[in-house]
């Protein structure tokens, strides 16, 4: 009943900006929280941003400052605008939600953001 799909991965030049949009659809009563995923070529993955249903937000270290997570209710879509990127950002951005718990129990398919210097 729950789809997530993510949209704007794409290849870029060190320094350019994309623009990440993650949409939920079916019936979804509540959100607690949706939140940004990354993962690279032979590393764990690690939780980027997250906005929680009262709009406050989350960031790992090395994106804070770059990136920023923001939110549409209405649309049921949440964004990553991802500035000053670096090759290190590269990897697959994955997009999920969290319903009735804080677990994240709906994800995308993922989208690749490639980043070259």
């Known amino acids: 009943q729950v789809q997530v799909v993510e949209s704007g991965g794409g290849l870029v030049q060190a320094g350019a900006s994309l623009r990440l949009s993650c949409a939920a659809s079916?019936?979804?009563?509540?959100?607690?929280?949706m939140g940004w995923h990354r993962q690279a070529p032979g590393k764990q993955r690690e939780l980027v941003a997250l906005?929680?249903?009262?709009?406050?937000?989350n960031y790992a270290d090395s994106v804070k400052g770059r990136f920023t997570i923001s939110r549409d209710n209405a649309k049921n879509t949440v964004y990553l605008q991802m500035n000053s990127l670096k090759p290190e950002d590269t990897a697959v951005y994955y997009c999920a939600l969290a319903a009735v718990s804080p677990i994240f129990n709906y994800w995308g398919q993922g989208t690749q953001v490639t980043v070259s210097s």
């Open positions: 906005i929680t249903s009262g709009g406050s937000t």
């Open positions: 079916g019936r979804i009563l509540s959100i607690i929280r």
